[in-house]
């Protein structure tokens, strides 16, 4: 089974500061999907950003980007310009790309604090 | 408007007594899916279903069983619950494979004593 780990339980920032939230993650399959998820205080789940395994090139959204390290299987997410909405829990998530598979394995998250 | 509706929002129950937690997803999705998020733990998959008819166990189905005998509707179904399943539970939809859960529900909130 794979493992995801997000080793930093908590962070913070100041805001219009850059953060870098880390995720490992233990897999042996080459073709697989990963995602980022925010958790508000309101508790909806949010999907930030995903990246395909076979892709090279660093997903990017807005201010939200990603630094997937295939090899060293890490998938940091860099949230530039930090608001005081960007508080939340962040999970970092794998799915296999197997056929007839939907398995979702989630990080145990990382509770993000923003500083006015 | 996109949406994922799950009902109820919060339950207070007893051990054993049988109950379901509703699913409904507007989007024509085919993908849907059940966890459950519990402190420290993060969420875990209970099942998921890749179309009318397919499901699928997740990392923890033990205790819970679902159905999908429409495309719209995901229930998870507790036969008899127990206090270890006391948790907050999300449903999320997406419409492939590849994209992972894209829309959650607003979660239900389940205490079981």
């Known amino acids: 089974a794979q493992t995801v780990t997000q080793s930093q339980p908590e962070m913070s920032v100041q805001e219009a500061e850059t953060v870098t939230l880390s995720c490992t993650y233990d897999?042996?399959?080459?073709?697989?999907?990963l995602f980022w998820y925010k958790q508000p205080p309101s508790r909806q789940m949010i999907l930030v950003i995903r990246?395909?395994?076979?892709?090279?090139q660093n997903a990017t959204e807005n201010r939200f980007s990603v630094n997937f390290q295939k090899a060293a299987k890490s998938f940091s997410l860099k949230i530039s310009d930090s608001q005081l909405g960007d508080a939340a829990m962040y999970f970092c998530?794998?799915?296999?790309?197997?056929?007839?598979?939907?398995?979702?394995?989630f990080g145990k998250g990382t509770k993000l604090s923003v500083i006015p | 408007e996109a949406q994922v509706t799950q009902n109820p929002r919060y339950l207070i129950t007893v051990t054993g007594k049988k109950l379901t937690v509703t699913c409904s997803q507007n989007?024509?999705?085919?993908?849907m899916s059940w966890y459950r998020q519990d402190p420290g733990l993060g969420l875990r998959q209970i099942y998921y279903?890749?179309?009318?008819?397919?499901?699928d166990k997740g990392d923890v189905p033990e205790g819970y069983k679902v159905s999908r005998k429409e495309k719209r509707n995901f229930p998870l179904i507790l036969e008899s619950p127990s206090p270890n399943q006391t948790s907050l539970y999300f449903c999320?939809?997406?419409?492939?494979?590849?994209?992972?859960?894209?829309?959650f529900g607003d979660g239900t909130r389940l205490s079981i004593l």
């Open positions: 999320a939809s997406s419409l492939g494979q590849g994209v992972g859960p894209q829309h």
């Open positions: 279903s890749m179309n009318v008819e397919v499901t």
């Open positions: 990246q395909e395994a076979y892709k090279q």
């Open positions: 897999t042996s399959e080459s073709d697989y999907y």
């Open positions: 989007m024509n999705h085919e993908y």
């Open positions: 998530a794998y799915r296999t790309d197997g056929a007839g598979s939907y398995q979702l394995t």
